[in-house]
């Protein structure tokens, strides 16, 4: 099923987010994640993607084929495009068409270092269109949105402008960088609106289960922190049981205001940690 059916049910949509496994950890421990995550019985799963788009690796494909075939919910494959050729970006679709695959989260991807960027696609619009020209397959296609802006961009009314163009190239849903101030998330959702952005937006959660892990994410997005969240980290920073808790409890306050507020999804950034999702899940499940 593609994903933007989903959001035409009458109910808000609670999906989750799942990584391969990082090198030299064998791919079954994602198997074990995945027996888990499934008693939550989430709307769909989606799975990143490297982003140096190598084709060697085809865990993206492998677990989000798994996802929908072994395990029985809807999944989304990941796929950047800066660090790709038209070539290999077919090869992937061909792959994820022929696993069964039927929803791309459609990305630019980030610049890696030592990795030159291959300069066929410079924005996810492009790859958005490259996929609908495809005419051999016909995948459901998301796109990411940044609550606060992309870091690229010099405001959020470019930015805004930039997404309404992918959602011209055709993304049918987009879910956001994760954010902890959720009127920041409404006042975005407002903009664009505005903008004439009409497909679903599901407001992407990360529970914060440690400093350093917040710390790093927060470098790589820019996500402003909340004085109440700084306050809660630095308080219990060095009690890893009550952090865990706190921000399992965090999430809970933000996704119960989200849904309470009409969100057309949430989306779970598990971080592969099926007690953390659990914990969250158990805490709203009625709500959804
Ligand atoms: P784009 O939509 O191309 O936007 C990037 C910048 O270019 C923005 O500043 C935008 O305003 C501007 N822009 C966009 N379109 C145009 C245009 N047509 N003309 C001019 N400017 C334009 N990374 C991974 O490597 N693997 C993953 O699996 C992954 N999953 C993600 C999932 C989510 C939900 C999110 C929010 C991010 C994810 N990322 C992932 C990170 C993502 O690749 C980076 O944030 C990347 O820098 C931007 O990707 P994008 O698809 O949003 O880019």
């Known amino acids: 099923m593609k994903l933007a059916e989903l959001f035409n049910q009458e109910k808000t949509i609670f999906s989750f987010e799942v990584f391969p496994p990082k090198r030299n950890n064998p791919i079954e421990t994602i198997y074990q994640t995945l027996d888990e995550l499934q008693e939550i019985k989430p709307d769909f799963i989606s799975v990143t993607y490297g982003a140096s788009g190598s084709l060697a690796d085809n865990s993206t494909c492998e677990i989000a084929s798994a996802i929908k075939q072994k395990y029985g919910?809807?999944?989304a494959a990941h796929l950047t495009c800066v660090n790709?050729?038209?070539?290999?970006?077919?090869?992937?679709?061909?792959?994820?068409?022929d696993n069964g695959v039927e929803n791309i989260l459609a990305l630019r991807g980030d610049l890696v270092p030592d990795v030159p960027p291959k300069k066929e696609f410079k924005h996810a619009s492009e790859l958005i269109t490259f996929i609908k020209e495809t005419k051999d397959y016909d995948f459901g296609i998301s796109g990411a949105c940044y609550p606060e802006g992309h870091l690229d961009s010099r405001n959020q009314v470019e930015d805004i402008l930039n997404l309404k163009k992918k959602v011209d190239a055709g993304a049918q849903h987009l879910i956001s960088q994760l954010f902890f101030d959720n009127e920041v998330f409404y006042d975005f959702v407002d903009k664009a609106r505005i903008a004439g952005i009409n497909v679903p937006i599901e407001a992407g959660i990360m529970p914060v289960t440690n400093k350093k892990q917040i710390e790093r994410m927060v470098s790589l997005c820019g996500a402003s922190l909340p004085r109440k969240f700084t306050k809660m980290m630095s308080r219990y920073e060095n009690k890893p049981e009550a952090m865990r808790d706190a921000g399992i409890a965090y999430a809970v306050n933000q996704i119960v205001d989200l849904v309470s507020q009409g969100v057309d999804g949430v989306h779970l950034y598990t971080m592969n940690n099926p007690y953390?999702?659990?914990?969250?899940?158990?805490?709203?499940?009625?709500?959804?």
């Open 73 to 75: 919910i809807e999944s």
């Open 84 to 97: 790709s050729t038209k070539e290999e970006v077919s090869e992937v679709l061909r792959r994820l068409a």
């Open 276 to 288: 953390v999702a659990k914990r969250i899940s158990e805490s709203v499940k009625s709500l959804f």
